[in-house]
């Protein structure tokens, strides 16, 4: 158990929760370069001094966002092609469109500039990676795949065409359209699926 | 023809490209919070008045960089269905490629902080679904395609199947991805196009 400085007073993880999400928002919206513990403190409403109980620097702080809210995908082995592929698109998807979405474009853009960024992208881009490879392998064995397949061109097409509907939203209708997500990643999986060609 | 403020000596159009390609450099690597006609000049090399003899702050120095790179797609009719989608992938996979894409990725994300943001990013945006639009259009009346196809859908995953290769793409590998980007281009098109499921 973690333990604040406060002797005595275990720390809120509702506190924790709070900060790094305000953290992810503060990060998002405005980029490294104006990534503060003071702009973190104020749009969480705590006081400085919670935040450097927790985390020594905004260095720090940035990695408990990214190792919170940015951990990569999961491989979901639901037993059909379709349905595994849908659950990648949903996961992709709601890393783009949900309250911290920004954090991880923030990241793809910024990543040069970011303390340890490309260790951190590339863990959040390989957590796809390894879920497509072992989507495409169930597949094939399976013989609902081709053989040939490209494993990255599909990943780009699913995951690119959730970041290009996330990207595509304005901030007014975010809400909206992640409400809709799981519905686009069905739609999104059927449509790469299934031909577009006429037969 | 533009003449500049210094009595008889008309404007040097290579400076004015090399003022608008550093600009798009400057606001694509750093964000509009640090674009400064300041940062600019010394990314060009050239003094800050021969910025402000062109334009008359940064908000109108952003606009030109607007205008002259981020002009949108073209709908291209070779004849063919897959060779007009293959255009169209290309031009999209160049702006996100070129040494100007970062200014595409960074108006999408800082859309709501950049002066008449929203209006760039529409242009932008809508340049590709006419474009789209049109492409299938036509590729239904040859029989081509189905009629029933969801233009959003091959719209984003043609143009988020190119912008996922370029943001995956480390920095020191963007000068050779960009050279291949013609050929990702066809591959990109022919598996969307293809079925991906097994006969």
Not at 97 to 101: A, F, H, I, M, Q
Not at 145 to 149: A, E, Q
């Given at each position: 158990m973690s333990v604040g400085a406060t002797v005595g007073r275990p720390r809120d993880p509702e506190v924790d929760e709070r900060i790094t999400r305000a953290a992810a928002e503060v990060f998002g919206g405005e980029g490294w370069a104006r990534f503060s513990v003071d702009a973190v403190a104020r749009r969480a409403g705590v006081g400085k001094a919670s935040i450097y109980l927790r985390w020594p620097n905004k260095e720090a702080l940035l990695v408990a966002v990214f190792a919170s809210r940015l951990s990569g995908v999961r491989d979901i082995d639901t037993g059909s092609l379709r349905d595994d592929l849908v659950a990648l698109a949903r996961q992709v998807l709601h890393a783009f469109?949900?309250?911290?979405?920004g954090a991880v474009l923030r990241l793809m853009l910024e990543v040069e500039s970011i303390p340890a960024g490309q260790e951190h992208l590339d863990r959040f881009l390989q957590s796809q990676a390894t879920a497509a490879r072992a989507i495409v392998h169930r597949g094939i064995d399976r013989g609902q795949?081709?053989?040939?397949?490209s494993v990255t061109l599909l990943l780009n097409t699913i995951s690119g065409g959730a970041l290009n509907h996330a990207l595509t939203t304005p901030s007014r209708s975010r809400a909206k359209v992640a409400a809709n997500a799981d519905r686009y990643a069905e739609e999104l999986v059927d449509f790469v699926l299934a031909s577009v060609t006429a037969p």
């Open positions: 469109l949900d309250e911290s979405g795949l081709r053989p040939d397949i």
